[in-house]
């Protein structure tokens, strides 16, 4: 059951324990002056209204997700609480900096190599009148670059900056990018020079690098101010969950309840595991409670309890793992969320190492699996963006389903990064099965691409027609133009890696990518008899066609004697019909939009329907 911490160096804090910051900082800070305590006072009057926090200050995120906690920072800094970024974290949940806003729109999305100051994290004023280098104030954060986001570049920087008592920022602390670091460093910033003491203090985080996507990510943890403190005070009597929980299912994260339904017991997975992190020089008995409630219903499906005789090592993790049930047989309904929850039975709140600061609060943690009305691999989460680097390459992912079903579109979170796509034209397609990859096709259409409204949101892209399916069958987009390439969210932290399968031509070949595109099919919900695939052409009727397909906007073709060319949209509504003259071979279409269309062909004797897509 003892579980040595993942990372390349063996834990998330840095071998030495912890790391001072910059000697020259660290001695800029030690230089104490004389609190003017009047001009301390004028600055918080005049500068603050309300009233100031008060030490102890502590954050670990852990109450939170999205946004930090508004009664500790100020708003609108974008910064973005996540338990999926990080590696190695100290407890669950941490604040993610990149060059993304809060809505998962980038701060400048005309200049893909613009940089400059990208996400802050500012507390609100904390009153440190009366304070002096006696005693011992210390800010102490961990902090990571990298993680599963996007290493920042050398240029790029997080720095740590306080208020002094005349409104001014003084950085106190710097970090660099460049070096990948998998271990959470520990770092202690002394407050102990005069200009800081006054009741309207406050310090901040912030980074700068590019301003357009998720790049240049930095990780902030266990953020703790307080008096009495030394840079050697490490130590906090507190166990914290953290690693996300791993899928219920077995083989998706999510999948509809008609398809989980039909063998429960294969679907759920053997085990779902979690670690839980012992922050305190102590060792420490832990006794955990796992939980599984439909939220839909109410019905608690599992209720589980275990004591572990074996100690926690300070400052290292340990495996939590436990045997799901499946959903009983009878369970009914249309849909379901299953919450799943970790809650770990420390004595946190027993003579807090923190005064006033209830360390119960990081002690559970849960997975939600929703079994709805579609599949997916992935978390929910992107920790990067997948394009297909081809003009015309294809990706395509594997599903496989216990009873036919109908697929009625796809669900893809596309990722704002470098280059605005909105509008451009793009293609969802449905496979069958030919020996494990992508087979025939089933069903196209084309769609216009539109992002999602928040980060890690996703947009329905519905079918005209339900498509029949069964077995197995695959689902996946088409890259229309070298210049638009799509940026679907990759979920790095799914287990569900070899789903994926990539054309840039002829052949479809295994994506070889760990984790899943962040594209979900949807399935059932329309009401329109489904299509069970598009019929290949005889062979004697081949010369009844137009190509090629994909268009650019002229349709040609080999047969010698077209009578009419027709263009219909998908409901069947004539948009052009030309009566080709003797050995015309070609047809201007570029007044119609990029999409998806009818073509039927006659030559007198018999009529042929095509699907044509057009894209210029
Ligand atoms: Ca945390
Ligand atoms: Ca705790
Ligand atoms: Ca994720």
């Known amino acids: 059951m003892k579980q040595p911490l993942t990372g390349s160096a063996g834990s998330w804090f840095s071998k030495t324990g912890y790391r001072f910051p910059a000697g020259g900082i660290q001695s800029l800070l030690r230089i104490s002056g004389l609190l003017t305590l009047f001009l301390s006072l004028w600055f918080s009057a005049s500068a603050q209204t309300g009233r100031p926090l008060t030490l102890p200050f502590f954050d ?23 338990n999926t970024l990080p590696i190695n974290h100290p407890s669950v949940n941490v604040a993610t900096f990149d060059g993304l806003k809060a809505t998962g729109a980038p701060y400048d999305f005309t200049n893909s190599n613009a940089v400059g100051p990208t996400d802050t994290l500012t507390s609100l004023p904390i009153d440190l009148s009366g304070y002096t280098a006696a005693d011992a104030v210390f800010l102490s954060f961990y902090w990571e670059r990298k993680g599963l986001g996007e290493l920042p570049d050398e240029s790029d920087t997080l720095r740590l900056q306080f208020l002094n008592n005349t409104g001014v920022w003084k950085t106190v602390w710097k970090e660099m990018g460049a070096e990948t670091n998998n ?43 307080n008096r009495g403190r030394s840079a050697g005070d490490r130590f906090v009597k507190d166990i914290a969950t953290r690693q996300a929980v791993t899928p219920y299912l077995k083989r998706y ?120 009305d579609y599949f997916a691999y992935d978390d929910g989460t992107a920790e990067t963006a997948l394009n297909v680097n081809q003009r015309q390459g294809r990706a395509g992912m594997r599903f496989i389903l216990n009873v036919p079903d109908v697929v009625s579109g796809a669900r893809i979170n596309f990722v704002q990064i470098s280059n605005d796509l909105t509008g451009r ?76 399968f990539v054309n840039l ?31 290949e052409e005889p062979a004697a009727l081949s010369a009844l066609r137009v190509f090629p397909n994909p268009n650019p906007g002229v349709l040609t073709w080999d047969h010698p004697a077209l009578r009419r060319v027709e263009v219909l949209d998908l409901n069947g509504r004539p948009l052009l019909n030309v009566q080709p003259t003797e050995g015309q071979r070609q047809l201007d279409v570029g007044s119609l939009g990029n999409g998806f269309y009818l073509v039927r062909l006659s030559d007198g004797k018999r009529t042929v329907t095509q699907k044509l897509i057009i894209s210029k």
């Open 60 to 82: 670990d995120f852990s109450t939170v997700t999205s946004r930090p906690d508004p009664t500790l920072w100020q708003a609108g800094g974008n910064v973005y609480i996540n």
């Open 183 to 225: 271990n959470f460093v520990q770092t202690f910033v002394a407050v102990d020079r005069a200009e800081f003491m006054h009741a309207g203090f406050r310090f901040r985080f912030e980074a700068f690098g590019r301003l357009s996507g998720p790049f240049d990510s930095w990780h902030l943890d266990y953020i703790y101010l």
């Open 253 to 372: 994260t999510a999948m509809p309840l008609k398809q989980y339904l039909a063998n429960p017991a294969a679907e759920t997975a053997d085990s779902v595991r979690t670690d839980i992190v012992n922050l305190f020089n102590n060792f420490n008995f832990t006794t955990f409670r796992f939980l599984v409630r439909d939220e839909v219903s109410g019905r608690q499906v599992q209720d589980y309890q275990q004591t572990l005789s074996e100690n926690i090592g300070s400052l290292s993790s340990q495996v939590r793992r436990v045997k799901p049930q499946p959903l009983p047989a009878d369970f009914s309904g249309k849909r379901t969320v299953l919450r799943y929850t970790f809650d770990v039975l420390t004595t946190d709140d027993q003579n807090p190492s923190i005064p006033g600061v209830n360390l119960r609060r990081n002690d559970s943690i849960s997975g939600v699996t929703v079994l709805d």
């Open 425 to 500: 034209p793009f293609v969802l397609s449905v496979y069958g099965s030919n020996r494990g990859r992508p087979g025939n096709l089933l069903y196209q259409q084309s769609f216009v691409l539109k992002y999602p409204q928040t980060r890690n949101g996703f947009v329905d892209f519905k079918f005209d027609y339900g498509v029949a399916v069964k077995d197995t069958f695959y689902i996946g987009w088409t890259q229309l133009s070298e210049e638009s390439l799509l940026a679907v969210g990759f979920d790095k932290n799914s287990p569900f890696g070899n789903q994926v």
């Open 505 to 535: 031509g002829t052949s479809w070949e295994p994506g070889g990518v760990t984790g899943a595109p962040m594209f979900r099919p949807i399935i059932g919900g329309l009401n329109t008899a489904p299509i069970t695939g598009i019929e």
